[in-house]
């Protein structure tokens, strides 16, 4: 099973900003698409934003479209999620996982492994 630890979840202000982090544990992310999602308490699950295995494709949920940028730097095994513009309704308790990217419907797929999650907390 693959291992991935998100981190740099916090307090932000309204208006404010955050970086999350998603590392690999004993594999490399070079070969796996990863996906960032989110869970707001009483809410399901929803897809947040998803990076191909190259980095060359990428996806967003409108609702964070223009504020969040994910990215991915292989050589040092870890994706990124660059929020701005923060706002209350991003509160949630964000994971990321691992899985394939389709190429026909621009998004990921299979999304098998999954970290233990970090949580953001938006308030003034």
């Known amino acids: 099973q693959l291992q991935l630890v998100e981190s740099g979840g916090g307090l932000a202000q309204p208006g404010g900003s955050l970086r999350l982090s998603c590392a690999a544990s004993g594999f490399t992310l070079d070969y796996y698409a990863i996906g960032w999602f989110r869970q707001a308490p009483g809410k399901e699950r929803e897809g947040v934003s998803c990076?191909?295995?190259?980095?060359?494709?990428?996806n967003y949920a409108d609702s964070v479209k223009g504020r969040f940028t994910i990215s991915r730097d292989n050589a040092k095994n870890t994706v990124y999620l660059q929020m701005n513009s923060l706002k209350p309704e991003d509160t949630a308790v964000y994971y990321c996982?691992?899985?394939?990217?389709?190429?026909?419907?621009?998004?990921?797929?299979?999304?098998?492994?999954w970290g233990k999650g970090t949580l953001v907390t938006v308030a003034s």
């Open positions: 996982a691992a899985g394939g990217w389709d190429p026909l419907r621009g998004d990921c797929y299979g999304m098998d492994d």
């Open positions: 990076i191909s295995s190259g980095g060359g494709s990428t």
